[in-house]
Protein backbone atom coordinates (compact mmCIF):
# COMPACT_ATOMS: atom_id res chain seq x y z
CA UNK A 1 0.00 0.00 0.00
CA UNK A 2 2.43 2.31 0.95
CA UNK A 3 3.71 2.49 -2.90
CA UNK A 4 0.58 4.41 -3.42
CA UNK A 5 1.93 7.64 -1.44
CA UNK A 6 4.52 7.90 -4.09
CA UNK A 7 2.20 8.77 -6.77
CA UNK A 8 1.67 12.51 -7.22
CA UNK A 9 -2.45 12.05 -7.73
CA UNK A 10 -2.59 10.10 -4.84
CA UNK A 11 -1.08 12.62 -2.34
CA UNK A 12 -3.28 15.12 -4.15
CA UNK A 13 -6.15 13.23 -3.07
CA UNK A 14 -5.48 12.95 0.45
CA UNK A 15 -4.61 16.88 0.44
CA UNK A 16 -7.88 17.50 -1.11
CA UNK A 17 -9.53 15.25 0.84
CA UNK A 18 -7.90 16.72 4.35
CA UNK A 19 -8.89 20.07 3.59
CA UNK A 20 -12.25 19.13 2.29
CA UNK A 21 -12.81 17.15 5.78
CA UNK A 22 -12.32 20.19 7.84
CA UNK A 23 -14.37 22.77 5.83
CA UNK A 24 -17.18 20.52 5.42
CA UNK A 25 -17.21 19.13 9.01
CA UNK A 26 -17.31 22.53 10.00
CA UNK A 27 -19.89 24.07 7.79
CA UNK A 28 -21.86 20.56 7.42
CA UNK A 29 -22.45 21.09 11.70
CA UNK A 30 -23.89 24.32 11.11
CA UNK A 31 -26.04 23.02 8.66
CA UNK A 32 -27.37 20.76 10.10
CA UNK A 33 -27.57 21.62 13.63
CA UNK A 34 -30.27 25.03 11.76
CA UNK A 35 -31.74 22.62 9.18
CA UNK A 36 -30.30 23.61 6.40
CA UNK A 37 -29.68 20.78 4.72
CA UNK A 38 -31.87 21.26 2.15
CA UNK A 39 -30.61 24.59 1.24
CA UNK A 40 -27.76 22.86 0.68
CA UNK A 41 -29.02 20.65 -1.80
CA UNK A 42 -30.65 23.58 -3.57
CA UNK A 43 -27.17 25.40 -3.85
CA UNK A 44 -25.23 22.24 -5.04
CA UNK A 45 -27.68 21.72 -7.69
CA UNK A 46 -27.89 25.19 -8.73
CA UNK A 47 -24.30 25.09 -9.08
CA UNK A 48 -24.50 23.04 -11.84
CA UNK A 49 -25.47 26.09 -14.18
CA UNK A 50 -22.07 28.03 -13.57
CA UNK A 51 -20.41 24.82 -14.50
CA UNK A 52 -22.50 24.80 -17.68
CA UNK A 53 -21.84 28.41 -18.88
CA UNK A 54 -18.17 28.25 -17.92
CA UNK A 55 -17.73 25.14 -20.03
CA UNK A 56 -19.18 27.20 -23.33
CA UNK A 57 -17.28 30.32 -22.28
CA UNK A 58 -13.92 28.21 -22.04
CA UNK A 59 -13.45 29.38 -18.06
CA UNK A 60 -12.77 27.03 -14.53
CA UNK A 61 -15.48 25.06 -14.26
CA UNK A 62 -15.52 25.77 -10.06
CA UNK A 63 -15.09 29.67 -10.62
CA UNK A 64 -18.80 29.17 -12.71
CA UNK A 65 -20.03 26.88 -9.47
CA UNK A 66 -18.63 29.18 -6.97
CA UNK A 67 -20.59 32.17 -8.86
CA UNK A 68 -23.85 30.11 -9.02
CA UNK A 69 -23.75 28.67 -5.56
CA UNK A 70 -23.34 32.48 -3.52
CA UNK A 71 -25.88 33.86 -6.06
CA UNK A 72 -28.83 30.92 -5.25
CA UNK A 73 -27.69 30.53 -1.83
CA UNK A 74 -28.93 34.41 -1.87
CA UNK A 75 -31.53 33.92 -4.24
CA UNK A 76 -33.23 31.30 -2.29
CA UNK A 77 -33.27 33.54 1.14
CA UNK A 78 -34.08 36.62 -1.41
CA UNK A 79 -37.32 34.85 -2.71
CA UNK A 80 -38.15 33.65 1.15
CA UNK A 81 -38.15 36.86 2.45
CA UNK A 82 -39.44 39.30 -0.11
CA UNK A 83 -40.96 37.29 -2.80
CA UNK A 84 -43.03 35.65 -0.51
CA UNK A 85 -42.33 32.36 -1.97
CA UNK A 86 -42.21 29.40 0.75
CA UNK A 87 -38.73 28.48 1.47
CA UNK A 88 -39.20 25.22 0.25
CA UNK A 89 -40.64 26.23 -3.26
CA UNK A 90 -37.98 28.65 -3.64
CA UNK A 91 -35.26 26.22 -2.77
CA UNK A 92 -37.14 24.22 -5.98
CA UNK A 93 -36.67 26.75 -7.97
CA UNK A 94 -33.54 27.40 -7.98
CA UNK A 95 -32.62 23.78 -7.62
CA UNK A 96 -34.10 22.96 -10.85
CA UNK A 97 -33.01 26.54 -13.19
CA UNK A 98 -29.43 26.06 -12.05
CA UNK A 99 -29.39 22.05 -13.74
CA UNK A 100 -31.85 23.54 -16.47
CA UNK A 101 -29.12 26.14 -17.42
CA UNK A 102 -26.50 23.82 -16.97
CA UNK A 103 -27.57 21.46 -19.26
CA UNK A 104 -28.50 23.65 -22.04
CA UNK A 105 -25.24 25.50 -22.13
CA UNK A 106 -23.40 22.41 -22.10
CA UNK A 107 -25.84 21.31 -25.09
CA UNK A 108 -24.74 24.45 -27.17
CA UNK A 109 -21.05 23.84 -26.33
CA UNK A 110 -19.05 22.42 -29.20
CA UNK A 111 -18.03 19.00 -28.93
CA UNK A 112 -17.76 16.53 -26.36
CA UNK A 113 -17.50 17.72 -22.27
CA UNK A 114 -15.52 14.88 -21.26
CA UNK A 115 -15.29 16.17 -17.55
CA UNK A 116 -18.85 16.29 -17.37
CA UNK A 117 -19.05 13.59 -15.37
CA UNK A 118 -16.53 14.14 -12.88
CA UNK A 119 -19.04 17.06 -12.09
CA UNK A 120 -22.07 14.99 -11.35
CA UNK A 121 -20.08 12.01 -9.16
CA UNK A 122 -16.66 13.56 -8.49
CA UNK A 123 -13.47 12.66 -9.56
CA UNK A 124 -10.65 13.42 -6.69
CA UNK A 125 -7.97 11.76 -8.25
CA UNK A 126 -7.91 14.49 -10.86
CA UNK A 127 -8.02 17.57 -8.58
CA UNK A 128 -5.60 20.02 -9.56
CA UNK A 129 -3.03 22.79 -7.61
CA UNK A 130 -5.76 25.63 -7.88
CA UNK A 131 -8.14 23.22 -7.20
CA UNK A 132 -5.97 22.86 -3.46
CA UNK A 133 -5.26 26.10 -3.20
CA UNK A 134 -8.94 27.08 -3.78
CA UNK A 135 -9.91 24.09 -0.77
CA UNK A 136 -7.20 25.48 1.38
CA UNK A 137 -7.88 29.25 1.74
CA UNK A 138 -11.47 28.30 1.80
CA UNK A 139 -10.66 25.83 5.23
CA UNK A 140 -8.65 28.46 6.72
CA UNK A 141 -10.88 30.94 6.50
CA UNK A 142 -13.74 28.72 7.97
CA UNK A 143 -11.53 27.45 10.55
CA UNK A 144 -10.70 30.72 11.72
CA UNK A 145 -14.23 32.38 11.34
CA UNK A 146 -15.68 29.23 13.92
CA UNK A 147 -11.91 29.72 15.89
CA UNK A 148 -12.88 33.24 16.58
CA UNK A 149 -16.60 33.39 16.84
CA UNK A 150 -17.50 30.48 18.11
CA UNK A 151 -20.00 31.31 20.83
CA UNK A 152 -21.69 33.79 18.62
CA UNK A 153 -21.99 31.27 15.63
CA UNK A 154 -23.90 29.20 18.02
CA UNK A 155 -25.87 31.40 19.75
CA UNK A 156 -27.22 32.71 16.62
CA UNK A 157 -27.71 29.80 15.12
CA UNK A 158 -29.47 27.88 18.65
CA UNK A 159 -31.94 31.36 18.80
CA UNK A 160 -31.94 33.95 16.43
CA UNK A 161 -34.50 36.34 18.05
CA UNK A 162 -32.55 35.89 21.25
CA UNK A 163 -29.32 37.30 19.07
CA UNK A 164 -31.04 40.14 17.96
CA UNK A 165 -32.21 41.13 21.34
CA UNK A 166 -29.11 41.28 22.40
CA UNK A 167 -27.97 43.63 19.60
CA UNK A 168 -25.80 40.84 17.99
CA UNK A 169 -24.94 41.54 14.05
CA UNK A 170 -27.17 38.31 13.19
CA UNK A 171 -27.57 39.21 9.57
CA UNK A 172 -24.06 39.77 8.51
CA UNK A 173 -23.06 36.20 10.07
CA UNK A 174 -26.24 34.90 8.30
CA UNK A 175 -24.99 36.35 5.34
CA UNK A 176 -21.48 35.12 5.66
CA UNK A 177 -22.13 31.73 6.74
CA UNK A 178 -24.73 31.20 3.84
CA UNK A 179 -21.84 32.39 1.31
CA UNK A 180 -19.24 30.26 2.73
CA UNK A 181 -21.56 27.45 3.11
CA UNK A 182 -22.15 27.46 -0.62
CA UNK A 183 -18.04 28.12 -1.29
CA UNK A 184 -17.68 24.75 0.72
CA UNK A 185 -19.72 22.96 -1.12
CA UNK A 186 -18.55 24.06 -4.23
CA UNK A 187 -15.12 22.90 -3.43
CA UNK A 188 -16.27 19.24 -2.32
CA UNK A 189 -18.44 19.01 -5.52
CA UNK A 190 -14.62 17.96 -6.81
CA UNK A 191 -14.93 15.07 -3.99
CA UNK A 192 -18.40 13.44 -5.03
CA UNK A 193 -19.68 15.34 -7.54
CA UNK A 194 -23.19 17.40 -7.51
CA UNK A 195 -24.88 14.47 -6.98
CA UNK A 196 -23.51 13.40 -3.97
CA UNK A 197 -21.73 16.43 -2.17
CA UNK A 198 -24.71 16.88 0.38
CA UNK A 199 -23.57 13.53 1.99
CA UNK A 200 -20.39 15.00 3.01
CA UNK A 201 -21.96 17.84 4.91
CA UNK A 202 -24.35 15.56 6.69
CA UNK A 203 -23.08 12.14 7.06
CA UNK A 204 -20.05 12.55 9.56
CA UNK A 205 -22.36 14.81 11.40
CA UNK A 206 -25.22 12.50 11.83
CA UNK A 207 -22.57 9.94 12.91
CA UNK A 208 -20.82 12.21 15.82
CA UNK A 209 -24.17 12.99 17.04
CA UNK A 210 -24.71 9.71 17.38
CA UNK A 211 -22.10 10.02 20.41
CA UNK A 212 -22.27 13.79 21.41
CA UNK A 213 -24.94 16.40 21.19
CA UNK A 214 -22.83 19.16 21.73
CA UNK A 215 -22.08 21.67 18.88
CA UNK A 216 -18.33 21.91 19.69
CA UNK A 217 -17.51 18.02 19.59
CA UNK A 218 -19.53 16.89 16.89
CA UNK A 219 -17.77 19.56 14.75
CA UNK A 220 -14.04 17.99 15.37
CA UNK A 221 -15.57 14.74 15.23
CA UNK A 222 -17.26 15.08 11.44
CA UNK A 223 -13.64 16.19 10.82
CA UNK A 224 -11.81 13.65 11.61
CA UNK A 225 -15.10 10.64 10.70
CA UNK A 226 -15.07 12.56 7.48
CA UNK A 227 -11.32 12.29 6.90
CA UNK A 228 -11.26 8.71 7.78
CA UNK A 229 -14.02 7.65 5.75
CA UNK A 230 -12.46 9.82 2.38
CA UNK A 231 -9.29 7.84 3.31
CA UNK A 232 -10.45 4.54 3.41
CA UNK A 233 -12.85 5.37 0.52
CA UNK A 234 -10.08 6.16 -1.60
CA UNK A 235 -8.12 3.11 -0.77
CA UNK A 236 -11.11 1.05 -1.45
CA UNK A 237 -11.69 2.76 -4.89
CA UNK A 238 -7.64 2.07 -5.71
CA UNK A 239 -7.87 -1.33 -5.46
CA UNK A 240 -11.41 -2.17 -6.63
CA UNK A 241 -11.43 0.32 -9.36
CA UNK A 242 -14.52 1.50 -8.40
CA UNK A 243 -15.77 5.47 -8.89
CA UNK A 244 -13.75 7.20 -5.68
CA UNK A 245 -17.26 9.51 -4.83
CA UNK A 246 -19.27 7.29 -4.28
CA UNK A 247 -17.25 4.61 -2.86
CA UNK A 248 -16.92 7.12 0.13
CA UNK A 249 -20.03 8.05 0.31
CA UNK A 250 -20.84 4.25 0.97
CA UNK A 251 -18.00 4.32 3.60
CA UNK A 252 -19.43 7.09 5.28
CA UNK A 253 -22.68 5.47 5.64
CA UNK A 254 -21.26 2.23 6.62
CA UNK A 255 -19.41 4.18 9.60
CA UNK A 256 -22.95 5.54 10.55
CA UNK A 257 -24.16 1.81 10.58
CA UNK A 258 -21.24 0.90 12.67
CA UNK A 259 -22.16 3.83 15.20
CA UNK A 260 -25.59 2.92 15.31
CA UNK A 261 -24.65 -0.55 15.66
CA UNK A 262 -21.98 -0.02 18.51
CA UNK A 263 -24.85 2.73 20.37
CA UNK A 264 -27.08 -0.35 20.25
CA UNK A 265 -24.36 -2.78 21.84
CA UNK A 266 -23.91 -0.64 24.49
CA UNK A 267 -27.81 -0.47 25.53
CA UNK A 268 -27.30 -4.21 25.35
CA UNK A 269 -24.84 -4.57 27.57
CA UNK A 270 -26.22 -4.41 30.95
CA UNK A 271 -28.46 -7.74 29.89
CA UNK A 272 -24.75 -9.54 29.41
CA UNK A 273 -23.36 -8.62 32.99
CA UNK B 1 -40.10 55.80 48.10
CA UNK B 2 -39.92 57.44 44.71
CA UNK B 3 -39.96 55.06 41.76
CA UNK B 4 -37.69 55.00 38.61
CA UNK B 5 -39.24 54.42 35.62
CA UNK B 6 -37.45 51.80 33.46
CA UNK B 7 -39.56 52.39 30.36
CA UNK B 8 -42.09 54.75 28.97
CA UNK B 9 -43.87 53.64 25.89
CA UNK B 10 -45.71 56.37 24.31
CA UNK B 11 -48.23 55.36 21.62
CA UNK B 12 -46.76 52.73 20.44
CA UNK B 13 -48.58 51.19 17.10
CA UNK B 14 -47.16 48.20 15.41
CA UNK B 15 -48.50 47.40 12.30
CA UNK B 16 -47.54 44.03 10.01
CA UNK B 17 -48.17 45.20 6.31
CA UNK B 18 -51.45 47.31 6.64
CA UNK B 19 -52.76 45.39 9.57
CA UNK B 20 -52.80 47.30 12.75
CA UNK B 21 -52.17 44.74 15.22
CA UNK B 22 -51.08 46.97 18.09
CA UNK B 23 -52.96 50.34 18.37
CA UNK B 24 -51.75 53.60 20.52
CA UNK B 25 -50.51 51.29 23.30
CA UNK B 26 -49.68 53.41 26.56
CA UNK B 27 -47.72 51.90 29.57
CA UNK B 28 -44.94 52.97 31.91
CA UNK B 29 -42.54 50.23 33.58
CA UNK B 30 -41.38 51.32 37.23
CA UNK B 31 -38.56 49.60 39.03
CA UNK B 32 -40.41 47.50 41.07
CA UNK B 33 -43.47 46.13 38.73
CA UNK B 34 -45.03 43.13 38.25
CA UNK B 35 -47.22 43.54 35.73
CA UNK B 36 -49.06 40.93 34.05
CA UNK B 37 -50.05 41.15 30.51
CA UNK B 38 -53.14 39.08 29.39
CA UNK B 39 -55.58 39.41 26.51
CA UNK B 40 -57.02 36.86 23.48
CA UNK B 41 -54.30 35.42 20.96
CA UNK B 42 -53.33 37.39 18.58
CA UNK B 43 -54.07 39.99 20.44
CA UNK B 44 -50.77 41.86 20.25
CA UNK B 45 -49.11 40.53 23.57
CA UNK B 46 -46.09 39.10 22.12
CA UNK B 47 -46.00 42.06 19.79
CA UNK B 48 -45.73 44.44 22.81
CA UNK B 49 -43.04 42.20 24.05
CA UNK B 50 -41.02 41.84 20.88
CA UNK B 51 -41.50 46.11 20.42
CA UNK B 52 -39.80 46.60 23.75
CA UNK B 53 -37.32 44.06 22.93
CA UNK B 54 -36.52 46.17 19.90
CA UNK B 55 -37.02 42.52 17.44
CA UNK B 56 -39.64 44.68 15.83
CA UNK B 57 -40.21 48.49 14.94
CA UNK B 58 -43.03 50.41 15.88
CA UNK B 59 -44.51 51.83 12.93
CA UNK B 60 -45.36 55.30 15.20
CA UNK B 61 -44.75 56.09 18.72
CA UNK B 62 -42.14 56.24 21.51
CA UNK B 63 -40.33 53.75 23.53
CA UNK B 64 -38.23 55.51 25.88
CA UNK B 65 -35.73 54.15 27.83
CA UNK B 66 -34.11 55.48 31.43
CA UNK B 67 -30.73 56.08 32.14
CA UNK B 68 -29.98 52.88 34.04
CA UNK B 69 -31.62 50.90 30.96
CA UNK B 70 -29.15 52.12 28.51
CA UNK B 71 -28.14 49.08 27.57
CA UNK B 72 -30.59 47.29 26.53
CA UNK B 73 -29.56 43.87 24.97
CA UNK B 74 -28.70 43.16 28.78
CA UNK B 75 -30.76 45.08 30.73
CA UNK B 76 -33.76 42.82 29.58
CA UNK B 77 -33.39 39.58 30.30
CA UNK B 78 -36.26 37.68 28.10
CA UNK B 79 -37.67 34.62 28.08
CA UNK B 80 -39.77 33.79 25.01
CA UNK B 81 -42.29 30.90 24.38
CA UNK B 82 -39.83 28.00 24.41
CA UNK B 83 -41.82 25.66 22.03
CA UNK B 84 -39.70 27.34 19.70
CA UNK B 85 -36.86 26.00 19.97
CA UNK B 86 -35.54 22.96 18.13
CA UNK B 87 -35.13 20.65 21.00
CA UNK B 88 -32.59 18.48 18.60
CA UNK B 89 -30.14 21.56 18.42
CA UNK B 90 -26.49 20.48 20.07
CA UNK B 91 -26.12 22.22 22.79
CA UNK B 92 -26.83 21.92 27.10
CA UNK B 93 -28.02 23.58 30.07
CA UNK B 94 -24.94 25.05 30.55
CA UNK B 95 -23.83 26.40 27.17
CA UNK B 96 -27.57 28.23 27.20
CA UNK B 97 -27.50 29.52 29.81
CA UNK B 98 -23.84 30.91 29.21
CA UNK B 99 -25.32 32.65 26.11
CA UNK B 100 -27.73 34.88 28.15
CA UNK B 101 -23.97 36.57 28.90
CA UNK B 102 -23.00 37.67 25.03
CA UNK B 103 -22.67 41.47 24.86
CA UNK B 104 -22.37 43.59 21.82
CA UNK B 105 -19.14 45.15 23.20
CA UNK B 106 -17.57 41.85 24.05
CA UNK B 107 -18.86 39.69 21.33
CA UNK B 108 -15.70 39.10 19.42
CA UNK B 109 -13.84 38.02 22.50
CA UNK B 110 -15.98 34.66 23.64
CA UNK B 111 -16.24 34.45 27.09
CA UNK B 112 -14.36 33.92 29.63
CA UNK B 113 -13.69 31.53 33.37
CA UNK B 114 -15.27 34.49 35.11
CA UNK B 115 -18.18 33.77 33.28
CA UNK B 116 -18.40 30.56 33.72
CA UNK B 117 -18.75 31.06 37.26
CA UNK B 118 -21.78 32.65 37.30
CA UNK B 119 -23.60 29.97 35.09
CA UNK B 120 -22.56 27.78 38.14
CA UNK B 121 -23.98 30.19 40.66
CA UNK B 122 -27.36 30.94 38.61
CA UNK B 123 -27.18 26.95 38.03
CA UNK B 124 -27.22 26.41 41.58
CA UNK B 125 -29.60 28.86 42.20
CA UNK B 126 -32.32 27.35 40.00
CA UNK B 127 -31.45 24.23 41.46
CA UNK B 128 -30.91 22.09 37.99
CA UNK B 129 -26.94 21.00 39.11
CA UNK B 130 -28.15 17.96 37.68
CA UNK B 131 -29.11 18.31 34.62
CA UNK B 132 -26.19 21.06 33.48
CA UNK B 133 -24.93 18.84 30.81
CA UNK B 134 -27.88 17.47 29.73
CA UNK B 135 -28.35 18.27 25.91
CA UNK B 136 -32.05 20.30 25.67
CA UNK B 137 -33.43 17.20 23.92
CA UNK B 138 -33.39 15.26 26.96
CA UNK B 139 -35.07 18.24 29.26
CA UNK B 140 -39.30 18.07 30.31
CA UNK B 141 -40.83 21.78 29.95
CA UNK B 142 -40.26 22.42 33.85
CA UNK B 143 -36.33 21.88 33.36
CA UNK B 144 -36.58 23.61 29.57
CA UNK B 145 -38.35 26.83 31.65
CA UNK B 146 -35.41 27.15 34.31
CA UNK B 147 -32.94 26.58 31.70
CA UNK B 148 -34.23 29.58 29.86
CA UNK B 149 -35.19 31.55 33.09
CA UNK B 150 -31.47 30.86 34.24
CA UNK B 151 -30.20 32.42 30.50
CA UNK B 152 -32.66 35.34 30.85
CA UNK B 153 -31.50 36.44 34.70
CA UNK B 154 -27.60 35.67 34.16
CA UNK B 155 -26.95 39.37 32.79
CA UNK B 156 -28.41 40.61 35.98
CA UNK B 157 -31.48 42.31 34.25
CA UNK B 158 -33.11 45.35 35.58
CA UNK B 159 -36.35 43.76 33.87
CA UNK B 160 -37.55 40.72 33.40
CA UNK B 161 -39.76 39.52 30.45
CA UNK B 162 -41.25 36.59 30.42
CA UNK B 163 -44.01 35.09 27.39
CA UNK B 164 -46.09 32.34 29.03
CA UNK B 165 -43.69 30.64 30.96
CA UNK B 166 -46.77 28.50 32.26
CA UNK B 167 -47.32 26.52 29.28
CA UNK B 168 -45.99 22.88 29.23
CA UNK B 169 -45.47 23.02 32.84
CA UNK B 170 -46.69 20.87 35.64
CA UNK B 171 -48.77 22.66 38.62
CA UNK B 172 -46.00 22.18 41.10
CA UNK B 173 -43.60 23.99 38.43
CA UNK B 174 -45.98 26.98 38.47
CA UNK B 175 -46.10 27.57 41.69
CA UNK B 176 -42.47 27.27 42.10
CA UNK B 177 -41.90 29.42 39.18
CA UNK B 178 -44.11 32.49 40.99
CA UNK B 179 -43.08 32.03 44.31
CA UNK B 180 -39.52 32.35 42.11
CA UNK B 181 -40.81 35.34 40.22
CA UNK B 182 -41.73 37.15 43.35
CA UNK B 183 -38.52 36.83 44.89
CA UNK B 184 -36.99 38.37 41.74
CA UNK B 185 -39.31 40.86 41.91
CA UNK B 186 -37.47 42.51 44.86
CA UNK B 187 -34.52 43.16 42.54
CA UNK B 188 -36.36 43.43 39.06
CA UNK B 189 -38.74 44.90 37.46
CA UNK B 190 -41.26 41.84 35.75
CA UNK B 191 -43.33 41.52 32.93
CA UNK B 192 -45.18 38.23 31.79
CA UNK B 193 -47.23 37.31 29.09
CA UNK B 194 -49.84 34.35 30.48
CA UNK B 195 -53.02 32.88 29.32
CA UNK B 196 -53.65 31.67 32.96
CA UNK B 197 -55.35 34.76 34.54
CA UNK B 198 -56.59 33.60 37.35
CA UNK B 199 -52.93 32.05 38.65
CA UNK B 200 -51.41 35.28 37.26
CA UNK B 201 -53.75 37.62 39.41
CA UNK B 202 -52.90 36.33 43.00
CA UNK B 203 -49.03 36.85 42.19
CA UNK B 204 -48.89 39.87 39.81
CA UNK B 205 -48.91 43.46 41.36
CA UNK B 206 -50.85 44.86 38.31
CA UNK B 207 -52.74 43.59 35.02
CA UNK B 208 -52.77 45.13 31.42
CA UNK B 209 -55.12 43.52 29.29
CA UNK B 210 -54.26 43.72 25.43
CA UNK B 211 -56.50 43.29 22.72
CA UNK B 212 -55.23 45.59 19.83
CA UNK B 213 -55.28 48.48 22.62
CA UNK B 214 -53.76 48.27 25.60
CA UNK B 215 -56.07 49.02 28.89
CA UNK B 216 -53.67 49.70 31.98
CA UNK B 217 -54.11 50.73 35.78
CA UNK B 218 -52.28 50.21 38.28
CA UNK B 219 -54.12 47.19 40.26
CA UNK B 220 -54.44 43.51 39.91
CA UNK B 221 -58.26 43.61 40.21
CA UNK B 222 -59.89 43.29 36.39
CA UNK B 223 -62.25 45.77 36.01
CA UNK B 224 -65.20 45.12 33.82
CA UNK B 225 -64.17 48.12 32.24
CA UNK B 226 -61.79 45.92 30.82
CA UNK B 227 -63.80 43.18 29.92
CA UNK B 228 -66.26 44.94 28.08
CA UNK B 229 -64.10 47.19 25.88
CA UNK B 230 -61.46 45.37 25.42
CA UNK B 231 -63.24 42.01 25.06
CA UNK B 232 -60.49 40.23 27.21
CA UNK B 233 -62.10 36.44 28.04
CA UNK B 234 -61.55 36.54 31.57
CA UNK B 235 -62.90 35.79 35.05
CA UNK B 236 -63.14 38.88 37.34
CA UNK B 237 -60.55 38.31 40.26
CA UNK B 238 -60.55 39.67 43.77
CA UNK B 239 -57.90 39.12 46.43
CA UNK B 240 -59.15 38.48 50.22
CA UNK B 241 -57.77 36.13 52.88
CA UNK B 242 -59.28 33.31 51.18
CA UNK B 243 -58.45 33.51 47.52
CA UNK B 244 -61.25 33.44 45.38
CA UNK B 245 -62.54 33.96 42.00
CA UNK B 246 -65.69 36.36 41.61
CA UNK B 247 -67.22 35.98 38.11
CA UNK B 248 -68.97 38.92 36.51
CA UNK B 249 -72.51 39.08 36.68
CA UNK B 250 -73.49 36.59 33.12
CA UNK B 251 -76.82 35.48 31.84
CA UNK B 252 -75.94 31.71 31.11
CA UNK B 253 -79.19 31.26 28.80
CA UNK B 254 -76.15 33.37 26.60
Keep these: MLELFQYNFFNNALLAALLSAISCGIIGSYIVSRRMVFIGGGITHASFGGIGIAYYLGLNPILGAAVFAVLSAFGINYFTQRGNIRQDSSIAIWWSLGMAIGIVFIAITPGYSPNLMSFLFGSILTVTQIDLLYMGALSVVVALLFLLFFRVIVMIAFDEEFARARNLPVQLFNYILMALSALVIVASIRISGVILVLSLLTLPQATANLFTKRFGPIMIASIVIGFLGMFTGLIISYYTDLPSGATIILVLTSFFGIGKIMLWGKEQLPFFK | ?254
Excluded at chain 2, 2 to 27: F, G, P, Q, R, W
Excluded at chain 2, 84 to 98: A, C, G, H, Q, T
Excluded at chain 2, 209 to 217: G, M, S, W
Aim: hydrophobic share 35%; aromatic share 6%; charged share 20%.
Design chain 2, 1 to 254: MAMNKLIEIKNLTVSYDSKVVLNNANLSVVENDFIGIIGPNGGGKTTLLKAILGLIQPTSGQLVFSETMKNRGSDIGYLPQVNKFDNRFPISVFEVILSGLARQESWRSGFVSRDKKRVEAIIHELGIEKIAHKPIGELSGGQMQRTFLGRALISDPKLLILDEPDTYVDNQFESELYRKLKELNQRMAILLVSHDVGTISTYVKSIACVNKELHYHRSNIISPEQLASYNCPIQIITHGSVPHTVLETHNHNL
